[in-house]
């Protein structure tokens, strides 16, 4: 086997399984979660009638670069949401369909990353989605921790690494708005990370799959792409974006994304692509193109968020240390309390699932970033969230006293 499997930690919901083994759930409560961040609102009605109206493309395989009508679809979703001038995206160049961002963000760093040079390094957000960790040590670097913490609006600190580490790297994972904690990486951040990137010689993978999710509509959160383009960066260089529909459009299952940026790297991860045979099938790629050319569901899909939060907040507020973040559709409370007691509490006496903080961080200079906080994904439907909201306050109650 390989030996770099060894190296790999469990994923946040094998641990908390295992903290929760002994616990039985109160089941005179129905069962309610938000650990888990799957949406729950109905998938994009476009893309499902496209989808059963595809199907006989189930008898062919899909080329890996994806077709034309994918292509250009995503292109003019691009060039719309991001401000970039369309004939500044090559279709053939500058985009290429993934089976999802979890899937892309890993097997990126499988394709750039030169394990053979002394020190390679991969830096990435703390906390963050573990696939970045992942990613890095089967590639064969080592995983540099960038603390999102409140002095740094939990953004990732570009500030944590020297200069020589900074040297080390070559990949850069940033997330926009952040997973856990819902950040948003303005454009002076991003003008910032591009700067670092041109200094000290890496590449850049945004992982923008919460982009679409946010709370002022005047106000779209930026993308790396907008920001190379504004800047005037020949074929993106050095930018590589993650987009998906998992989020956007409620289409988890669909596994449908796509990787956009830098022309000469794309190319060459193409190539890896057309071995790793990761294709979207014909029917799949129907479905995304109505997606990807469809904003109602998209401003539905947001306003349901606005909802949750509007409710949530005014219970949450009085219990923990929290605020509604700019994007995505989760909350970074902290409390008083331990966060795997509150867990084990939440499911013991309320039957409520979250996730302790802790999981989703790695502790580094001494420091977990987690502690002491929960992940409280708001994908239920709201009177579900607004009753998860209640048990948690009885849960904070019942352990501080």
């Known amino acids: 086997m390989n030996p770099r499997l060894d190296a790999l930690q469990p994923y946040p919901f094998e641990r908390l399984s295992a903290l929760l083994r002994d616990t039985q759930p109160n089941t005179a409560q129905p069962p309610i979660s938000l650990a888990i961040g799957e949406p729950k609102h109905p998938p994009a009605e476009v893309a499902r009638v496209a989808l059963l109206g595809a199907l006989d493309g189930i008898a062919h395989y899909p080329p890996t670069q994806g077709s034309e009508a994918l292509r250009v679809a995503i292109g003019d979703w691009l060039a719309w949401r991001f401000n970039v001038a369309r004939q500044a995206i090559d279709d053939k160049r500058h985009i290429l369909p993934a089976a999802g961002t979890r899937e892309a963000l890993f097997s990126f760093a499988q394709a750039v990353i030169d394990p053979s040079r002394p020190g390679a390094a991969v830096a990435m957000p703390n906390p963050g989605y573990q696939i970045y960790e992942g990613a890095a040590l089967l590639a064969g670097a080592e995983p540099l921790y960038l603390p999102c913490l409140p002095d740094t609006d939990f953004l990732a600190d570009l500030d944590a690494l020297s200069a020589a ?28 990370a591009l700067e670092l990137a041109d200094r000290h010689d890496f590449i850049i993978a945004s992982d923008e799959c919460y982009s679409e999710i946010y709370a002022d509509e005047d106000a779209p959160p930026p993308g790396l792409l907008d920001i190379a383009h504004a800047g005037g960066r020949d074929d993106f260089s050095r930018c590589v974006v993650f987009h998906s529909l998992s989020k956007r459009s409620n289409l988890p299952g669909l596994r449908s994304g796509f990787v956009a940026g830098d022309g000469r790297v794309l190319t060459q991860y193409l190539r890896y692509r ?11 790629q129907a479905a995304s193109i109505a997606a990807w050319r469809d904003e109602t569901h998209v401003r539905a899909n947001r306003d349901r968020y606005r909802e949750k939060y509007a409710a949530v907040m005014p219970l949450l507020e009085p219990l923990c240390e929290v605020s509604r973040p700019p994007g995505s559709f989760y909350l970074w409370p902290a409390f008083d309390t331990s966060d795997e007691t509150l867990t084990v509490a939440a499911l013991r006496d309320e039957n409520l699932r979250v996730v302790p903080g802790r999981y989703l961080a790695r502790a580094a200079g001494g420091v977990n970033p987690g502690e002491n906080r929960l992940r409280l994904s708001l994908v239920a439907s709201t009177p579900d969230c607004v009753e998860a909201a209640t048990r948690l306050a009885r849960v904070c109650a019942a352990t501080t006293t």
Request: net charge negative.
């Open 165 to 192: 580490d900074w040297d080390r790297v070559q990949l850069l994972y940033l997330c926009s708005p952040g997973n856990p904690t819902g950040a948003v990486a303005d454009r002076a951040y991003l003008e910032r």
């Open 274 to 284: 057309t071995y790793h045979g990761a294709t979207l099938g014909a029917h799949v």
